[in-house]
């Protein structure tokens, strides 16, 4: 007789590679990742910031940490410049970590808007695999590391991958900000029309 009994659904994924799984153990690098994220700088400012947000860290550890980041492919020279006889190294960040938990009543008020999500992305998916099924079967198959891991969910893994980096070449050419903001702009002008017409 079981003491215990739960239907326990999915509610969370993480998709990461090892080497950068590895690069995220240290709660340092997240904070690197999250300063480099938004501008070029040099171990000498990495540094000082870090200093500025309450970590101790010296100016090699500082060095290892960049170093660990850029082998795992999460960091990239921006910029070099020639200083005093040497070279000045800039790094940039081309990963953004989000480390968030949503607000308890997320789920509630989110609702609508994961219902519509889910049904207009079963519409892309379709679409993706009508259209780009063979590739995606292809990189999952490749993926597969022996026969008996087809439960390992590798084509999700592909799908999962192409809609993140969708979503990142919408954030980066600018696309999602001004959907937001011609949504806000389409609800402040119903607004207003709505004001003038209870006139």
């Not at 009543?105 to 609508?112: P, R």
């Not at 590798?154 to 969708?166: C, T």
């Not at 050419?173 to 702009?185: A, I």
Request: proline share 2%; hydrophobic share 35%.
């Amino acid at each position: 007789m079981a003491l215990l009994e739960s239907d326990v659904p999915i509610r969370e994924v993480v998709t990461t590679d090892p080497e950068k799984a590895k690069a995220l153990e240290n709660d340092v690098r997240a904070k690197i990742l999250d300063m480099l994220a938004t501008e070029e700088m040099t171990i000498e400012e990495i540094h000082d910031e870090l200093h500025r947000r309450g970590e101790e860290k010296a100016e090699t550890t500082v060095r290892h940490h960049v170093n660990v980041l850029k082998d795992a492919g999460m960091v990239e020279i921006a910029r070099l410049e020639e200083a005093g006889g040497g070279t000045r190294k800039y790094y940039k960040s081309n990963t953004r970590i989000f480390s968030y938990d949503l607000p308890e009543d997320a789920e509630q008020t989110l609702a609508g808007a994961q219902e519509t999500a889910a049904a207009e992305l079963a519409g892309l998916v379709e679409t993706l695999y009508g259209e780009h099924g063979d590739d995606i079967e292809a990189v999952a198959r490749e993926m597969k590391p022996c026969e008996y891991c087809a439960t390992q969910h590798y084509e999700e893994f592909v799908l999962r991958e192409l809609l993140n980096r969708a979503l990142i070449d919408l954030t980066e050419n600018g696309t999602l900000e001004s959907v937001r903001r011609d949504s806000e702009d389409a609800g402040d002008e119903a607004e207003s029309h709505d004001d003038e017409d209870g006139r």
